[in-house]
């Protein structure tokens, strides 16, 4: 079921995805500490203060004027039954236009991978961001040996399209990338 509450939230059976406030600050802080080996080789390098308040500061005004703007849908997933915080999912390079498209990424805490939250999420974005923001096309790259997002992806009806070469720079190193879409009008729910 997805559903938009007061200021904006998508929900699906088991999570709540909403934009990141500063009372998010502590949690966002200590699943990435957590995370931080995991999520290591499919990250660019961060700044040293990247977890600081003050960046996190920086992060949650970037996402206010960012969806004011309809520039990005940055949102951090909920787990429904506690709150608990466990990723986030970022709809982001929203070009309107001819294109109606955007670009995802998404990262989850290490303890919580591998249970179909952020299958759950990604879906829940792309619906919203079909019916809801009038895109026609969501876009996604991922590493070539990052089999779990290709699965996620794949799973979820986005088609492989090609490979770019030096595509992000991760870890340090400008790396190529498998590049994915799913567009509206192969969707099942498509509207015109």
């Excluded at 203060?49 to 969806?67: K, L, N, P, T, Y």
């Amino acid at each position: 079921m997805l559903r938009r509450r007061g200021r904006l939230a998508i929900e699906t059976d088991r999570l709540i995805l909403r934009p990141p406030r500063m009372s998010d600050y502590v949690p966002w802080a200590t699943v990435l500490r957590e995370s931080e080996a995991f999520l290591r080789p499919w990250e660019p390098v961060r700044p040293p203060d990247h977890i600081s308040r003050r960046a996190f500061r920086g992060r949650v005004a970037w996402a206010d004027r960012a969806i004011e703007q309809g520039r990005a849908l940055p949102l951090f997933l909920h787990r429904r039954s506690d709150e608990r915080l466990l990723g986030g999912v970022t709809l982001d390079h929203i070009r309107r236009g001819p294109a109606q498209a955007g670009t995802l990424g998404y990262w989850i805490g290490v303890s919580d991978t591998r249970q179909g939250f952020m299958s759950e999420a990604v879906e829940g974005v792309v619906a919203y961001a079909f019916s809801e923001m009038g895109l026609s096309r969501i876009e996604a790259a991922c590493l070539p040996e990052n089999v779990a997002s290709r699965g996620l992806l794949e799973g979820l009806g986005f088609v492989e399209e090609g490979e770019a070469s030096g595509y992000l720079q991760i870890a340090g190193t400008w790396r190529a990338h498998v590049l994915y879409a799913c567009l509206r009008s192969d969707r099942k729910s498509a509207t015109a």
